[in-house]
């Protein structure tokens, strides 16, 4: 016969071995220790869109990147061999801006180095009604796998007819324009936003070197934006450059928008220029909540998630 045991809840020895305990009824059979229980799910709230957690300051290598890519940009700039060699590649960036606006309002487009004035040149050949269909067929997409997300699919009705306003109004042409310097701020934006998250960094030194482009494409484009507002002399070049008769792009849009006075564009540029680093950082800064917030807005993220 089996000795009793001791209750192991509440320690009471019986004279003989039972199923139970005679003083607080718990069936030996089935007690488990409070440490092997299972833990009851906890519902989780929801979060505040910016939650102070998960706000992000810049860490001190970041910092030191930042720095780093300061002088870099300075040293470049005064350097004339490493200045024209970095502008091809601001020119690259800023006419695919253009080609890559042009294609999503569906007309074809080629972005290429211009080596009759120099700079580049985007050759945009119409409006194509085959791609238009393409990319509204694309865009009906989430209509169907994504039709029961009523955030995403306002959002996404928004954007197409935000898209059909531009595309089939007066609108095309400065907006396309308007992506070439626009394309290069982006740019710079994501060139610090890298540094000081260190996203998509693969060695330690692509830090600083980000750090450098950004830094370079904002100083010069201020340089660019404060001499089209001032210098009388760099104005008349401007809109007599590429053979004359107001080619550039801001030439194109002050004609038609602003009875060719370029100070206006001028000013807004700048401005952009001096916004470009605090779009970078605050796209740092606020990634975790920002992106967060979004998903839920848009329903792609589970509340239990």
Known sequence: MTSPKPCPKCGFCPQQA??????????????RPRSARTAAPVTP????????????????????????????????LLFSPLHFAMGYLVTLVHEMGHAAAW?????????SFDFTYGGGVTHQYGRNLLLLMALYAAGSYPFFVRRHHRGLLACWLCLLALHLLVTFSSLSEPVALMMGHGTE???????FYR??????????AERPLYAAIGFFI????????????????????????????????????????????????????????????????????????????????????????
């Open 103 to 111: 294609w999503l309002m569906g007309s074809p487009a080629i972005p």
């Open 185 to 191: 701020l982006l740019f710079a934006a994501l060139c």
């Open 195 to 204: 540094t000081l998250s260190n996203r998509g960094i693969i060695i330690a």
């Open 218 to 305: 904002v100083i010069e484009d201020l340089i660019f934006a404060t001499r089209l507002m001032a210098d009388q002399g760099f104005i008349s070049a401007y809109e007599g450059a590429k053979g004359g008769g107001h080619w550039m792009d801001f030439s194109r849009i002050a004609d038609t928008w602003f009875d060719g006075d370029l100070s206006w564009m001028a000013g807004l540029f700048f401005m952009s220029c001096l916004a470009t680093p605090v779009i970078g950082y605050l796209a740092f800064h606020f990634r975790v909540p920002a992106i967060t917030g979004i998903l839920r807005f848009l329903e792609l993220k589970n509340e239990k998630s």
């Open 45 to 76: 709230t929801r979060q505040p869109f910016f939650e102070a957690d998960h706000w992000e300051i810049p860490e001190p290598e970041a910092l030191k990147a930042l720095a780093i890519g300061a002088a870099l940009a300075a040293i470049i």
């Open 18 to 31: 039972t199923a139970e305990c005679s003083r607080c009824g718990i069936v030996f059979a089935k007690y």
